[in-house]
T-cell receptor
Framework: DTAVSQTPKYLVTQMGNDKSIKCEQN?????MYWYKQDSKKFLKIMFS???????INETVPNRFSPKSPDKAHLNLHINSLELGDSAVYFC??????????????FGSGTQLSVL | AQKVTQAQTEISVVEKEDVTLDCVYE???????LFWYKQPPSGELVFLIR??????QNEISGRYSWNFQKSTSSFNFTITASQVVDSAVYFC????????????FGTGTRLTVIP
């Protein structure tokens, strides 16, 4: 069983479209995250949720909207996709409320290509 | 402000050679945690180690060892007798107890082990 699973693995779409990436964890963790990894491999946090409550909301365009229906799921919806949104998006989870001293478990990533 | 610097962008070694990946961090917090993550070609980030700021003991796990030196703010990672399977991007990360967004990644070092 995959601990943190995200779908789809690849997403190719046109500018202006709306798309969603789904993430589920079966570890019983309380906190989930979305990270963006750019073409230079730089990892930057976007959001974190603890028990469905938004904890971190970094400087991300409001076209990005996370949704956590329950603590095992954190989906990412992106409106009006732009070329600059092309990146790999990682979902992660941890047991505690923040990533302070927690080991993060990552999904395998979703490579988003906006044409 | 928190910062993690991995000055080595790419390293290539021949199989069985030893290699050290450097990590230098900056923080004014006295309590913090340091991590290493591995990102193999499959894309998923995998946790390797976590150290807290009060424990400067070096650690060895098989062919992997970590050298934590507060005096130089460094947390270097050495792979002994490298193998092709060690080829990956390695990320050093720092987390602090203050603030909600408290996990900061370096830009990664791409290690290629040549058979």
């Amino acid at each position: 069983d995959t601990a943190v699973s995200q779908t789809p693995k690849y997403l190719v779409t046109q500018m202006g479209n709306d798309k969603s990436i789904k993430c589920e964890q079966n570890l019983g963790h309380d906190t989930m995250y979305w990270y963006k990894q750019d073409s230079k491999k730089f990892l930057k946090i976007m959001f974190s949720y603890n028990n469905k409550e938004l904890i971190i909301n970094e400087t991300v365009p409001n076209r990005f909207s996370p949704k956590s229906p329950d603590k095992a799921h954190l989906n990412l919806h992106i409106n009006s996709l732009e070329l600059g949104d092309s990146a790999v998006y990682f979902c992660a989870s941890s047991q505690g409320r923040t990533a302070t001293n927690e080991k993060l478990f990552f999904g395998s990533g979703t490579q988003l290509s906006v044409l | 402000a928190q910062k993690v610097t991995q000055a080595q962008t790419e390293i290539s070694v021949v199989e069985k050679e030893d290699v050290t990946l450097d990590c230098v961090y900056e923080t004014r917090d006295t309590t913090y945690y340091l991590f290493w993550y591995k990102q193999p070609p499959s894309g998923e980030l995998v946790f390797l180690i976590r150290r807290n700021s009060f424990d400067e003991q070096n650690e060895i796990s098989g062919r992997y060892s970590w050298n934590f030196q507060k005096s130089t703010s460094s947390f270097n990672f050495t792979i002994t007798a490298s193998q092709v399977v060690d080829s990956a991007v390695y990320f050093c990360a720092l987390s602090v107890v203050t603030g909600a967004n408290n996990l900061f990644f370096g830009t990664g070092t791409r290690l290629t082990v040549i058979p």
